[in-house]
């Protein structure tokens, strides 16, 4: 009897102290010319491609199929159109040093690779302000003061100042402010 089989077709292997088994000779015949034989008529590979020709059939023919599909294809293009210009924005940060010059005619500006949406600036002594693109006015604040900045909005770039003073206009002299903008997708 074999101890041991080949990997692939599991025929038998037989060791020097094996006993040999006419049966066994027999049965790894059987295999070897079942193989042949369905290579040779081209059984295996006929079966196949009759198998995927039917499939494919199957497919061409189903009109259920054929209207999912196209249904498929109208919403994709839909959601597609609906998307165009949402969620694209791009994050810009940048930072500046302030001049400690305020008012109309001493304005801060900032120029941005892409035209500004919405603008955060903060400090690390806690003055910040938020501009959204299309207000004429927003106000700078320190732990809940509040003054007014007059804002200009011109293509990638915006300018604002404070009439009362380079703190609320976030233009101290020396002060690193730091700006994050949500800018449009070009």
């Known amino acids: 009897m074999a101890s041991n089989y080949t ?14 088994l006419r049966t066994e000779f027999n049965a790894d015949n059987a295999k070897i010319d079942a193989a042949l034989s369905a290579l040779d008529s081209g059984k295996a590979d006929a079966s196949a491609l ?18 999912a599909l196209e249904a498929l294809k109208t919403t994709v293009n839909q959601q597609g159109t609906a998307l165009t210009g949402k969620g694209n924005c791009k994050i810009h940060t940048a930072s500046y040093t302030g001049t400690g010059v305020y008012g109309k005619d001493n304005q801060t500006s900032l120029a941005f ?28 604040s320190n732990g809940g003061t509040g003054n007014p900045l007059a804002v200009t909005w011109t293509g990638k770039s915006m300018k604002w100042y404070n009439h009362m ?22």
């Open 113 to 140: 690779p892409a035209v500004p949406e919405i603008v955060f600036i903060t400090s690390s002594d806690g003055y910040q302000a938020t501009f959204i693109r299309g207000a004429t006015l927003t106000h700078s």
């Open 50 to 67: 009759s198998s995927l020709q039917t499939t494919v059939n199957s497919l061409k023919t189903s009109k259920a199929d054929q209207s």
């Open 165 to 186: 003073s380079h703190i609320a206009q976030l233009n101290m002299a020396g002060t690193q402010y730091f700006v994050v903008a949500l800018l449009k997708a070009d």
């Open 7 to 20: 990997s692939s077709y599991k025929l038998n292997q037989w060791a020097a102290s094996d006993r040999v």
